[in-house]
């Protein structure tokens, strides 16, 4: 079964320097999205994507955090100067083009931030 | 205020038998779906079962069925006979209006299975 893969599984960078997390989602997919879980609390929506533009964003994803699709297969997401607090599991999933279907979601990349 | 609400933050069923987590939600739009997902302790979230707000029969997918009670914005899980691989975390989640838009997940259940 198709699933959706996230490198690496875990990073640890320091802080003020930029990480980039990798997804390839599912190949039929159209719409991507990530989300972030700090331990022990509940997963929370970053940002969708979609035909190649961002649909949607939540308060959380401001100026610092940016996505790209740059070669029709990865999505990526950048944190440009990490903080303490961002240091959480980071899922991405992707969902199909009809309606009503589940997002599937990554295994997830642990980010530590020292 | 919450949109999705797990009110259970820890549950113990004894194998083989059922469980109910509940949960419930709100929205205004007429539009939407609700989700169940598993998230061991290893970390992946595991989709288990989808209910559209237009269903007419709850959803069912093998041991789970979702108990949908749309006057009273509830959508509890239903886990029949329990396996001790039944133990971890479960997030209802909900998808507002069309279907690409995000998804809020609730704080979850903690589930336990004992012998």
């Known amino acids: 079964e198709p699933e959706v893969t996230q490198t690496p599984s875990h990073q640890v960078t320091q802080m003020g320097q930029e990480v980039i997390l990798r997804c390839v989602p599912i190949s039929n997919h159209l719409y991507f999205y990530w989300y972030r879980q700090i331990l022990g609390q509940k997963v929370e929506f970053l940002v969708s994507?979609?035909?190649?533009?961002?649909?949607?964003k939540s308060e959380i994803f401001d100026d610092q955090f940016s996505v790209e699709r740059p070669d029709g297969s990865n999505f990526t997401l950048k944190i440009r100067s990490t903080k303490l607090e961002d240091s959480a599991m980071y899922f991405c999933?992707?969902?199909?083009?009809?309606?009503?279907?589940?997002?599937?979601f990554g295994d997830g990349t642990r980010l530590s931030i020292l | 205020a919450q949109k999705i609400t797990q009110t259970q933050p820890g549950m113990f069923v004894q194998e083989k038998e059922a469980v109910t987590l509940d949960c419930t939600y709100d929205?205004?739009?007429?539009?939407?779906?609700l989700f169940w997902y598993k998230q061991p302790s290893s970390g992946e979230m595991i989709f288990l079962i989808y209910?559209?707000?237009?269903?007419?029969q709850n959803a069912t997918e093998g041991r789970y069925s979702l108990n949908f009670q749309k006057a009273r914005k509830s959508a509890n899980l239903v886990i029949s006979a329990s396996q001790l691989g039944d133990s971890a975390m479960y997030f209802c989640a909900m998808r507002e209006g069309p279907s690409g838009y995000a998804l809020n997940f609730g704080k979850g259940t903690s589930l336990l299975v004992t012998p």
């Open positions: 999933a992707s969902m199909g083009p009809d309606s009503n279907q589940p997002q599937h």
């Open positions: 994507f979609y035909n190649n533009e961002i649909s949607e």
């Open positions: 929205t205004s739009d007429p539009s939407y779906g």
């Open positions: 209910q559209g707000s237009y269903d007419q």
